[in-house]
């Protein structure tokens, strides 16, 4: 079965990387590291609510 990251999946993320690491720590490439996924789980067709 195929994990769905949301929107706040991605929020709760960056504000641990944030709170961890500063602003530095904020790009796509490291939450998509720290939460296991690729890019495209970014996309906007892909977070639902």
Do not use: H
């Not at 991605?10 to 296991?36: F, M, V």
Request: aromatic fraction near 8%.
């Amino acid at each position: 079965m195929e994990t769905r990251y949301y929107i706040e999946d991605w929020l709760e993320g960056a504000l641990e990387a944030l709170a961890r690491k500063g602003p530095q720590a904020i790009s796509i490439q490291r939450l998509c590291e720290s939460l296991g996924v690729s890019r495209g789980s970014f996309l906007p067709d892909n977070c639902s609510q």
